[in-house]
């Protein structure tokens, strides 16, 4: 079946450093792929997708890349704030209808 | 902007109780969904639905059963709980045909003694 892998589970960084968290996916034919942060006690939002067409995308410190050659996709959070801890999620939107997500990886930023 | 609620934040029940879990959206999206969330295992797909009376099985439907009589509200129902249903329930819903970003409610913390 369709498979995610996101990595690593969990990511410890200091303040103002960068954070990068990657998915692999299965589906070949996935062209849209979005990532959502989870704060604690609330619930997850999309902060950043990608369509396929592109291989980057931006939106002030945080970054999407993918490579569809190699199934894979990335999120990038630069200049890290403390208020940017959550647990972030890929997902790998499939044919009809059906989400897979990844397991989460728990960013702590210390300050 | 979407919002998405669910009926209860919190909710303690007894094994063999029957649960109502109820998720209602003001977007007029087409699409809702059911997941559990526990630790380590992220967002598991129990049950959907693109229309009104329609709904598909999603990866871990087994205990669950749904209804959507109204295109606004989606509910999840428990028909006997049981302890290894004590999780984190997360209802969210979508627009079109498939391959959107999805808006979740604020989830029901469901703990089964």
């Known amino acids: 079946g369709e498979n995610v892998e996101q990595h690593p589970s969990t990511l410890s960084v200091q303040e103002g450093d960068s954070a990068v968290i990657k998915c692999t996916y299965s589906d070949s034919a996935s062209n849209y792929f979005p990532w959502y942060k989870q704060e604690l006690g609330k619930r997850p939002q999309l902060i950043i997708d990608?369509?396929?067409?592109?291989g980057e995308k931006k939106d002030q410190r945080i970054a999407v890349t993918l490579n569809k050659t190699a199934k894979h996709f990335s999120l990038h959070i630069t200049e890290t704030q403390p208020e940017d801890s959550a647990v972030y999620f890929c997902?790998?939107?499939?044919?009809?209808?059906?989400?897979?997500f990844g397991a989460g990886t728990r960013l702590f930023v210390k300050a | 902007d979407v919002k998405v609620t669910q009926s209860s934040r919190y909710l303690v029940k007894r094994t063999g109780e029957k649960v109502f879990l109820e998720c209602v959206q003001d977007m007029d999206h087409e699409n809702m969904f059911w997941y559990r969330q526990d630790p380590g295992l992220g967002l598991r797909l129990i049950y959907f639905s693109y229309d009104v009376k329609m709904k598909e099985k999603g990866d871990i439907p087994e205990g669950y059963s749904v209804s959507r009589e109204k295109k606004e509200r989606f509910s999840l129902i428990l028909e006997s709980a049981s302890t290894n249903q004590t999780s984190m329930y997360l209802c969210a819903s979508s627009k079109g045909q498939g391959r959107e970003t999805q808006y979740f409610g604020p989830g029901t913390r469901l703990l089964v003694l």
């Open positions: 997902a790998v939107p499939l044919g009809g209808f059906k989400t897979i």
């Open positions: 990608i369509r396929s067409n592109v």
